[in-house]
């Protein structure tokens, strides 16, 4: 692809992500490489403009801390090294880098001491995010510090004779004060990033390069209706038309009238096929209660059904599906996927014994990005901002056991609970909203009848990408409209709770 590209040496730290995210966010390319990998590479890469060294765990003084390779200063390219990798550079030079009683965690004010293409336009004194326990004791001859921090360390640095930068705190963290500003400085200032990264001329080259890449063969995508798999058959279908075979399969865990609207509205663009395949999911899940079981049923069901379609197709050579991003960076992080809470199976992808080539056009993509790209290739809005919904769909909502009669009872509740959010305005506000079907019965009263029902719980959280989120905080008057409207019309459901857990230490998902 032809524009400027930024690469984030990933040294294990939890904000890597957040660089990529922030740099994009200047709308320039990024990619992040963890710090093991054979960097050789880099030197023949002329779209590259700048290295950025992210934060990590470790004491770059311990013996088999990660270090900084000979390579990346004699790429000559401007260098940004953040936390530990301002540690990096500053014990790569010699200076020493030490552990002491002064941590700084958190907000912390900083000073800055000496003008710098790095602090252009960016205040003289500045609240910033630190979160490291060493710091930097002496520092190099070839290095003066830029700022200092209320604890009088030395929070920034550059070096007198070529273009390397360090800061001890995250710019890339919103509590930074003015943090765009710093890594714009960089990128534009520093780094002098001139093709910028844009939506419009990426979706151009990919359909080029797919259909390159495809020729006259046939591809097939599953198209869940979600966002991801929505963009990436749109794109796909640009560039292959009729050769694009999209196949939707109603599990039986779909909310109400789902695969139905799924069917009549892609059909009209799409080259669609409908497999309604609820009566094996539901058989397979009968008498299973425990959550990563359901998980893994539901997964290897979807591969059965996927594969035994696929192969009644003929030969199709490329599977489309919709990766994004964070899904790479997390399997590729160089600390390794972090540990399982949940099995999420549609980021493991399906088999290899598929035999097919994969295509994922959005692995370099943040998803508000793949938003962007399914607005120009014309999706409705409605598509578009639909709130994430997990593979195994309301077979984790249904708390137990899985039934038919569960099942209508939730889609019923989960219906009227997402149009009331409509209806009020709500649902853009909230990044992910459900019902969860309770295995548990309490005592009500209806007219002048006793009722032994089911509790329902409403789930509504904000978040930027569901690794943490918190609870919303639902005006009242809506909550207490939706929970009459439920138990007004869902027989079998007789009191409606609102979940006000975050996450940590909650999941979004109750199972
Ligand atoms: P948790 O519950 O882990 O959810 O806080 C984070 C995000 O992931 C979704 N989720 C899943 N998505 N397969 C998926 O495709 C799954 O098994 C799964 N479990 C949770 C969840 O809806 C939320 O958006």
């Known amino acids: 692809m032809n524009f400027d590209k930024i690469i984030i040496i990933d040294f294990g730290s939890q904000y890597t992500k957040l660089i990529a995210r922030k740099v994009r966010e200047c709308r320039v390319y990024s990619e992040v490489v963890p710090c093991t990998r054979d960097l050789s590479y880099l030197s023949k890469d002329i779209s590259i403009k700048g290295i950025i060294l ?65 602090f252009k336009d960016v205040n003289k004194n500045l609240t910033v995010w630190m979160s490291h326990g060493d710091y930097i004791k002496s520092l190099p001859n070839e290095f003066y510090v830029t700022s200092r921090s209320e604890n009088k360390l030395i929070s920034s640095f550059e070096s007198k004779k070529s ?39 990426f979706i151009d080259e990919k359909v080029y390069e797919i259909r390159e890449k495809v020729e006259d063969e046939k591809a097939i995508c599953a198209l869940s209706g979600g966002v991801d798999s929505t963009v990436s058959a749109y794109l796909v279908n640009k560039a292959i038309g009729k050769n694009l075979l999209c196949v939707h399969i109603d599990n039986g865990l779909m909310r109400k009238n789902e695969s139905r609207s799924i069917v009549k509205y892609f059909s009209k663009k799409l080259n669609l096929k409908f497999i309604d395949a609820s009566d094996i999911f539901l058989r397979r899940l009968r008498g299973i209660d425990d959550p990563e079981k359901k998980r893994k049923i539901v997964g290897k069901t979807f591969i059965d059904v996927f594969q035994q379609f696929a192969k009644r197709q003929g030969k199709i050579k490329y599977l489309i599906q919709g990766t994004l991003y964070p899904d790479v960076v997390e399997s590729s992080s160089f600390q390794g996927p972090s540990v399982t809470i949940k099995t999420h199976h549609n980021v493991g992808g399906l088999p290899k014994s598929l035999h097919m080539k994969l295509i994922e056009p959005f692995r370099e993509l943040f998803k508000d990005e793949v938003r962007q790209i399914g607005k120009m290739l014309k999706i409705p809005n409605e598509i578009l901002s639909r709130h994430p919904f997990p593979g195994p769909g309301l077979a984790v909502r249904v708390l137990g056991e899985v039934t038919k009669e569960k099942l209508e009872l939730l889609r019923e509740a989960d219906y009227i609970y997402i149009s009331n959010l409509h209806k009020y305005g709500l649902y853009n506000k909230i990044w992910q909203a459900f019902c969860v079907l309770l295995p548990v019965s309490t005592v009500g009263v209806m007219g002048d009848r006793r009722t032994y029902e089911r509790v329902l719980a409403l789930r509504a959280v904000e978040s930027v990408d569901g690794m943490t989120a918190n609870w919303f905080h639902m005006p009242h008057k809506a909550v207490e409209e939706i929970s009459t409207n439920i138990t007004n019309n869902v027989k079998g459901i007789n009191r409606v709770v609102y979940d006000v857990s975050n996450k940590p230490p909650s999941t979004i998902e109750w199972e």
Do not use: M
């Open 163 to 201: 273009r390397i930068y360090g800061v001890q705190f995250h710019p890339e963290v919103n509590h930074t004060e003015q943090g765009t500003k710093i890594i714009k400085n960089y990128l534009f200032e520093i780094c002098k990033v001139k093709h910028r990264w844009q939506v419009g001329s």
């Open 54 to 118: 992210s934060g990590g765990p470790q004491s770059v003084y311990f013996k088999n801390a990660p270090q900084l390779g000979k390579l990346i200063l004699d790429l000559n390219l401007p260098i940004l090294g953040i936390c530990y990798g301002l540690q990096l550079l500053s014990h790569y030079f010699k200076g020493k880098v030490t552990g002491g009683k002064t941590r700084e965690y958190g907000k912390t004010k900083i000073n800055r001491v000496k003008d710098s293409r790095l």
